[in-house]
């Protein structure tokens, strides 16, 4: 049986210029490093962590709580320039996920975006064999 050998060569990374350097992160996952529990004792002795990882999605537009009142004086929620406002707010969230690194290779993504009839007996992650 042929033994596996880690590939351990460095990424190659692009120069950085000074708007990556100062710019703000694009953190897309965040990582929580915490509880930590000494196990052993002497020299046998080590320390484990609990890591958390979340995947950083965009918020969704807000909520038109206030547009839904009755007796208001204007179309409320179907007032043309919420229409206008709320479409282009929904435009950017969608951009946002679809460009996101670990979403914009999702089938279920691109299901979403470009099919006109979901397929309701896809299951996320399965290997499927054809």
Known sequence: ????????????????????????????????????????????RFTTYEIRVKVVVPPLPG???????????DDGIFDDSFIEERKQALEQFINKVAGHPLAQN?????????DEVIDKNYTPSKIRHT
């Open 106 to 114: 999702e089938r279920c993504l691109h299901m979403f975006l470009q």
């Open 1 to 44: 049986m042929a033994e596996t050998i880690a590939d351990t060569r460095r990424l190659i990374s692009k120069p950085q210029n000074l708007n990556d350097a100062y710019g703000p992160p694009s953190n897309f996952l965040e990582i929580d490093v915490g509880n930590p529990q000494t196990v052993g004792v002497g020299r046998g």
């Open 63 to 73: 909520k038109a709580l206030l547009r839904q009142l009755p007796f208001r004086g």
